[in-house]
C-alpha cells in the first residue's frame, strides 16, 4: 500500500495539511499520477547530488511521457492536455535547477509521513479511549452478572438449609414423642437411660436452634445482597438507560436492548418469590414447634416486610416505556403528537414471570396530576380518543417480553366555553405533557400498584408547528433528566455550545450517514455566539437565541434555518451530503480563504444563509492567485432541485457573456477533486432512443424534448484569458469541437504546448 493512498484514507483534517503541501511549483496530479514511482526513490540523496538530480529529474519527465501515452491510448483529451501542461512547467521550472525539484519533493513525502503518524497517534488516542470506555462497561456487566447469579446460589443453598431445617426438626420432634411413650410405659427404660436420652435431645434441640439461626442468618444476608445488588440496578443501570433512551430519542447513538436488565431484573424477583415462599416454610416450621428465643418468631416479620418492600420496589421499577410516544408519519421526530394523528407508544415489564402473562390491565391517562394544568396560564387539555386499556402479555413482542404496545391512541383538545386567550406564559409548542400508565399486580398476599410515565411530549395542532415542537425537545432532553418537570420552559436553562453541538450534529447524522464534523461547528457556533468567540466549548446559549429570535440581520431564529436545511438534505440532496461533497457551512470569509489558492475553476458548495426555507450555493475562484476573483451563484432551494437534480445544475451549468459563448466555470470540487468524478454517478442519463422496428415504443407527441440548464449572465471583462480558461472539462471541450474545426484545434495546441 503507498503512503499516498494511506493519506487518502485520512479524515479531513488530515487531508487539508496535505492540501497544503502541494502548489504549482509540483502538481499534486504528478503526485496522484507517480505515486508508486515519486516514493520509490531516493530524493534525500537527490537534494544533495546535483549529478543524481539530474538523473532523477529526467527520470520523471520519462515517467510523464509514459503516463501521457496512457492517456492517448484512453482518448482522454482532458488528461493528455493537463499532464503535457505539468510537463512543461516542470521544465520550466526545474530544467537548470534539479536539485530544488528534488529538495521540494523530498520534504512533501517527509510531511506527508509526518501528517500520516499525527493520524494514528490520534487515532490510537481515539481508540484506546473508546477501548476503555468498553472494557469499563463489560467489567461493569461482568460484575453484575455476577453478583445477579450469586444471589441465585444463595436461594438454592437457603433452600438446601430449609429442607435440612425440616428433616432435623422432624427427627426432634420423633425423638421426642418416642421418649414421652417410653416414659409412660412401666418399666421400659432405667433411669440412666433416661437420662441419657434426655441429653441426647438437648443435643439435638441446641443443633436444631442454631440451625434455625443459620438460616435466619442466610435470608438476612441473601437480602442485604439483594438489596445492593437491586440497588445497583434500579438508581445506576436502569437511570443510565433511561438517559441513553433520552438521548437515542433526539437523534443520538442508539439506546442499548433492553433485555441483558430485563434478565437481571427477572433472576432477582425470582429470587424474592423463591425467598417469600422459604418464609411461609420456615413459618410452618415454627407453628409445629417453637421455643423462647425462637429465631424464628423474633425475625419472621421483619423479614416478610423486608422481602416485601424489595420486590414491591423492583417491580415497580421495571415498569418502563420501552418506546416512547410517536407518531408511525414522523419516526425520527418522537414526542411531538398533532391532534388527530394517530400515534403509538409500547410499555414493558422487566421482570418476565410467566404467572404474570396476560394478568397486568394497562391503562393510559393523560396528564395525570400535572399540577400545570390549574397553575399555568392558558395550559390546553386534552382528551385521549381511541382504545386506552392493553393488557400485557409476552405473544406480541419478537422476543417475547412482557409488554403492552397502544398503536392507535389520538389527542383532542377540549374545548374550553368562551375564546382560548394567548396570554399564557407558554407557546403552544412550549407547553409540556405526559402520558401516564398504570397497572395492578395482584397475587395472593400481594396487591402492588405499578405506574409509570413518559418523557414529556409537546401537541401540536398544525404540522407547520413540528420543527419548533421539536425543537422545545431537543432543548429539554439535552438539558434535563426529570420528567416531571412540566414547567421547564417557563424559566428555560442556558445550554454549553459543547452540548448543543453534539446535538445538533445528531440531527444530521440520525437522518444521514454524516453529521457534522468540527469545521462546520465552528461557523455555527460563531453564528450562535458571535464571531469573536470562535465556537467556544464554554459558550453559553439561551434557548431563546436558538430558537425565538432572529438570527443576525435575518427575520427567521436560529434553529428554523437548520430544519430547513436539514429538509433540503433528506429531499434533494442526501447522496451528496453522504459523500461529503457538501461544505456546507462554512462563513464567506472563510470560503474565499480556502478557494484563494486553488486552481482556478475550484468550487466549493455551501448552505445558504439567507434562506429560512433551506437554500444551497456554490462558489468559485478564477483568475491568478495574486488577484483572485469569486464568484457565487444565486442559490437553489427546493422549488428549483424538485426540476432539476442539483448534480446536474452543476454539470450544466453556463455563465454567457456578450458575444461570448456559454462556458462552465465549475471544474474541480474543493480542493482538487474532477468535477465529474465527484458527481458523474449521480448525473442524469438520457433515455435510450427506441428502435426504429419497436413495434411498443411510445409515439411521439409533436414536440421537441428540452432541458433545463442554469445560465448566469456576467460582464466580458469577467472572462480571462484562454490560456486561464484551460484545463477544459469534457462537456467544454465538446462545445468547441462543435465551433472550432479539427485541424485548428490541433494547430492551437501544436504551437502552445511545443517543446
Not at 412401666?186 to 440412666?192: A, L, R, T, Y
Not at 430485563?262 to 411461609?280: C, D, G, I, M, Y
Not at 396560564?377 to 381511541?386: A, M, S, V, W, Y
Not at 400481594?446 to 405506574?451: A, F, K, N, S, T
Request: aromatic residues 8%.
Amino acid at each position: 500500500m503507498t503512503q499516498w493512498y494511506q493519506l487518502q484514507q485520512l479524515d479531513s483534517k488530515f487531508l487539508e495539511q496535505v492540501h497544503q503541501l502541494y502548489d504549482d511549483s509540483f502538481p499534486m496530479e504528478i503526485r496522484q499520477y507517480l505515486a508508486q514511482w515519486l516514493e520509490n526513490q531516493d530524493w534525500e540523496h537527490a537534494a544533495n547530488n546535483v549529478s543524481f538530480a539530474t538523473v532523477l529529474f529526467h527520470d520523471l519527465l520519462s515517467q510523464l511521457d509514459d503516463q501521457f501515452s496512457r492517456f492517448l491510448i484512453e482518448n482522454n483529451f482532458l488528461l493528455q492536455h493537463n499532464i503535457r501542461k505539468s510537463k512543461r512547467n516542470l521544465q520550466d521550472n526545474f530544467q537548470e535547477d534539479p536539485i530544488h525539484m528534488a529538495m521540494i519533493i523530498y520534504n512533501c513525502l517527509k510531511e506527508e509521513r509526518k501528517i500520516l503518524n499525527s493520524a494514528q497517534l490520534s487515532n490510537q488516542m481515539e481508540v484506546g479511549s473508546i477501548q476503555n470506555t468498553v472494557i469499563g462497561m463489560l467489567d461493569k456487566q461482568k460484575e453484575l452478572d455476577a453478583k445477579v447469579k450469586a444471589i441465585k446460589n444463595s436461594v438454592i443453598d437457603v433452600e438446601q438449609d430449609i429442607k435440612t431445617l425440616e428433616d432435623m426438626q422432624d427427627e426432634y420432634d420423633f425423638k421426642c414423642k418416642t421418649l414421652q411413650n417410653r416414659e409412660h410405659e412401666s418399666n421400659s427404660m432405667s433411669q440412666e437411660e433416661y437420662k441419657k436420652e434426655q441429653m441426647n435431645l438437648k443435643k439435638m434441640f441446641l443443633s436444631l436452634d442454631l440451625k434455625r439461626k443459620e438460616v435466619v442468618n442466610k435470608i438476612v444476608q441473601l437480602l442485604n445482597t439483594t438489596e445492593h445488588t437491586q440497588s445497583a440496578l434500579i438508581n445506576e443501570e436502569l437511570v443510565e438507560w433511561k438517559h441513553r433512551q433520552q438521548t437515542a430519542c433526539i437523534g443520538g447513538p442508539p439506546n442499548a436492548c433492553l433485555d441483558q436488565l430485563q434478565n437481571w431484573f427477572t433472576v432477582v424477583a425470582e429470587s424474592l418469590q423463591q425467598v417469600r415462599q422459604q418464609l411461609k416454610k420456615l413459618e410452618e416450621l415454627e407453628q409445629k414447634f417453637t421455643y423462647d428465643p425462637d429465631p424464628i418468631t423474633k425475625n419472621k416479620q421483619v423479614l416478610q416486610d423486608r422481602t416485601y418492600s424489595l420486590f414491591k420496589q423492583l417491580i415497580q421499577s421495571s415498569f418502563v416505556v420501552e418506546r416512547q410516544p410517536c407518531m408511525p408519519t414522523h419516526p425520527q421526530r418522537p414526542l411531538v403528537l398533532k391532534t388527530g394523528v394517530q400515534f403509538t407508544v409500547k410499555l414493558r415489564l422487566l421482570v418476565k414471570l410467566q404467572e404474570l402473562n396476560y394478568n397486568l390491565k394497562v391503562k393510559v391517562l393523560f396528564d395525570k396530576d400535572v399540577s400545570e394544568k390549574n397553575s399555568v396560564k392558558g395550559f390546553r387539555k386534552f382528551n385521549i380518543l381511541g382504545t386506552n386499556t392493553k393488557v400485557m402479555n409476552m405473544e406480541e413482542s419478537t422476543n417475547g417480553s412482557l409488554a403492552a404496545e397502544f398503536r392507535h391512541l389520538q389527542l383532542k383538545e377540549q374545548k374550553n366555553a368562551g375564546c382560548r386567550t394567548n396570554e399564557g406564559p407558554l407557546i403552544v409548542t412550549e407547553e409540556l405533557h405526559s402520558l401516564s400508565f398504570e397497572t395492578q399486580l395482584c397475587q395472593p398476599g400481594l396487591v402492588i400498584d405499578l405506574e409509570t410515565t413518559s418523557l414529556p411530549i409537546v401537541v401540536i395542532s398544525n404540522v407547520s408547528q413540528l420543527p419548533s415542537g421539536w425543537a422545545s425537545i431537543l432543548w429539554f432532553n439535552m438539558l434535563s433528566t426529570d420528567p416531571k418537570n412540566l414547567s421547564f420552559f417557563l424559566n428555560p436553562p442556558y445550554a454549553k455550545w459543547s452540548k448543543l453541538s453534539e446535538v445538533l450534529s445528531w440531527q444530521f447524522s440520525s437522518v444521514t450517514k454524516r453529521g457534522l464534523n468540527a469545521d462546520q461547528l465552528s461557523m455555527l457556533g460563531e453564528k450562535l455566539l458571535g464571531p469573536t468567540s470562535g465556537g467556544s466549548h464554554d459558550g453559553l446559549i439561551p434557548w431563546t437565541r436558538f430558537c425565538k429570535e432572529n438570527i443576525n440581520d435575518k427575520n427567521f431564529p436560529f434553529w428554523l434555518w437548520i430544519e430547513g436545511i436539514l429538509e433540503l438534505i433528506k429531499k434533494h440532496l442526501l447522496c451528496l451530503w453522504n459523500d461529503g461533497c457538501i461544505m456546507g457551512f462554512i462563513s464567506k470569509e472563510k470560503e474565499r480563504a480556502l478557494l484563494k489558492d486553488q486552481s482556478p475553476g475550484t468550487f466549493l458548495l455551501r448552505f445558504s444563509e439567507s434562506s429560512r426555507e433551506g437554500a444551497i450555493t456554490f462558489t468559485w475562484v478564477e483568475g491568478s492567485q495574486n488577484e483572485p476573483q469569486f464568484h457565487s451563484v444565486e442559490p437553489y432551494t427546493k422549488k428549483e432541485l424538485s426540476a432539476v437534480t442539483f448534480p446536474d445544475i452543476i454539470r450544466n451549468y453556463k455563465v454567457m457573456a456578450a458575444e461570448n459563448i456559454p462556458e462552465n466555470p465549475l471544474r474541480f470540487l474543493y480542493p482538487d477533486i474532477p468535477k465529474d468524478n465527484a458527481f458523474g454517478k449521480y448525473y442524469s442519463r438520457p433515455k435510450e432512443a427506441p428502435e426504429p422496428m419497436d413495434l411498443d415504443c411510445p409515439k411521439g407527441n409533436g414536440y421537441i424534448k428540452t432541458e433545463l440548464i442554469s445560465v448566469s449572465e456576467v460582464h466580458p471583462s469577467r472572462l480571462q484569458s484562454p490560456e486561464n480558461l484551460l484545463p477544459m472539462s469534457p462537456e467544454e471541450f465538446d462545445e468547441v469541437s462543435r465551433m472550432v474545426g479539427p485541424a485548428e484545434i490541433d494547430t492551437v495546441m501544436c504551437s502552445a504546448y511545443s517543446t
